[in-house]
């Protein structure tokens, strides 16, 4: 009998005794991890929710100059003048978002290239359409954001 009170009183102590520091420590580095990658992957989405603002302008710009062209038979060079892009200011600068929309270049030729720049930290993400290209490609000659990822975000 009492060999049996012996082992209650040792079970009894150990369920006092809370957690070990080994335990805490696993359970923080396990945490340190889960942040690693849910930190960057949140920031990821942000930053592609933030640039789907450009796409959605880009496309619609890119629209707005055919309808111009089909009209005047040339591009237009301030995206002011065209349609569904006035805003009051005729300082060739649309503001879709975070992104200022604007003609980098437009000619009777015909060509012409629509621009939307954010700047995020000192870096700049910008985004380019133009009459050859259907869809708003990002510009990786403007030195700044690469392009969003997790591995970028953990290993650059």
């Given at each position: 009998m009492s060999g049996f009170k012996l082992l209650s009183g040792e079970i009894k102590d150990r369920q006092n005794s809370g957690f070990t520091l080994v335990e805490l420590m696993i359970s923080v580095a396990i945490l340190a991890v889960l942040a690693a990658v849910a930190i960057p992957m949140y920031s990821n989405y942000i930053n592609r929710a933030k640039q789907s603002d450009a796409i959605i302008g880009l496309k619609a710009a890119q629209m707005a100059q055919e309808q111009y062209f089909s009209e005047n038979n040339e591009y237009?060079?301030?995206?002011?003048?065209?349609?569904?892009?006035?805003?009051?200011?005729?300082?060739?600068?649309?503001?879709?978002?975070?992104?200022?929309?604007?003609?980098?270049?437009?000619?009777?030729?015909?060509?012409?290239?629509?621009?939307?720049?954010?700047?995020?930290?000192?870096?700049?993400?910008?985004?380019?359409?133009?009459?050859?290209?259907i869809d708003p490609v990002l510009d990786t000659t403007v030195s700044g954001i690469k392009g969003y990822s997790v591995f970028g975000w953990l290993f650059d």
């Open positions: 237009c060079s301030k995206i002011d003048l065209l349609p569904g892009f006035a805003d009051g200011n005729s300082d060739n600068v649309y503001v879709k978002g975070e992104y200022n929309l604007r003609v980098v270049s437009a000619s009777s030729s015909p060509a012409f290239v629509i621009a939307a720049t954010r700047v995020v930290g000192g870096s700049t993400d910008r985004w380019t359409i133009s009459n050859t290209n």
